[in-house]
T-cell receptor, first 114, second 114 residues
């Protein structure tokens, strides 16, 4: 009965490779997000989709491309991986409560680029 | 614009000590305010929330009161346990601006000594 799930949990790869991270939510939420968390735990929003439409696209290199095949899934594809891409990536989904958005996070994917 | 400022960590306390983690915010209108907790190796979990002035959110012995006059939402717990060791994030959601974005503080790492 996992609410927001991500795969894989750990990803170790070499510079220059292309990799994908998958995210699925079974909460029926319309909005999904990708965040990057650095080693100091700072959270940076990367993208947000609402019902398969891109609504937030922060300053992120073009090597990062999100894809939302349906409102329950939001995948992240990264081309030409660099050392600086090493971080934990979190997927989240949210529901509008009428007074603001409440977010639910996945367990994270720890990406290590060597 | 909207922003959240929380006290820098790390915060180290002995078990059964009183905890306060300060959080102040800047926002237009009436945002909702949240505290999220991230235990080691996990994603963020919603700890508590408050949606209007003078509301008190509470969960697992933690409390925070929405103070509009001081634009604050400080997290408190009367007697901390080793299991409370985690990173705590203050956040706001403002339906009047920033679309579906939730603004997070930089996180405060809490360590509890037995």
């Amino acid at each position: 009965d996992t609410a927001v799930s991500q795969t894989p949990k750990y990803l170790v790869t070499q510079m220059g490779n292309d990799k994908s991270i998958k995210c699925e939510q079974n909460l029926g939420h319309d909005t999904m997000y990708w965040y990057k968390q650095d080693s100091k735990k700072f959270l940076k929003i990367m993208f947000s989709y609402n019902n398969k439409e891109l609504i937030i696209n922060e300053t992120v290199p073009n090597r990062f491309s999100p894809k939302s095949p349906d409102k329950a899934h939001l995948n992240l594809h990264i081309n030409s991986l660099e050392l600086g891409d090493s971080a934990v990536y979190f997927c989240a989904s949210s529901v509008m409560t009428g007074v603001g958005y409440e977010q639910y996070f996945g367990p994270g994917t720890r990406l290590t680029v060597t | 614009g909207n922003s959240v400022t929380q006290m820098e960590g790390p915060v180290t306390l002995s078990e059964e000590a009183f905890l306060t983690i300060n959080c102040t915010y800047t926002a237009t209108g009436y945002p909702s305010l949240f505290w999220y907790v991230q235990y080691p190796g996990e994603g963020l979990q919603l700890l508590l929330k408050a949606t209007k002035a003078d509301d008190k959110g509470s969960n697992k012995g933690f409390e925070a009161t929405y103070r509009k006059e001081t634009t604050s939402f400080h997290l408190e717990k009367g007697s901390v346990q080793v299991s409370d060791s985690a990173v705590y994030f203050c956040a706001l959601s403002n339906p009047y601006s920033s679309a579906s974005k939730i603004i997070f503080g930089s996180g405060t790492r809490l360590s509890i000594r037995p």
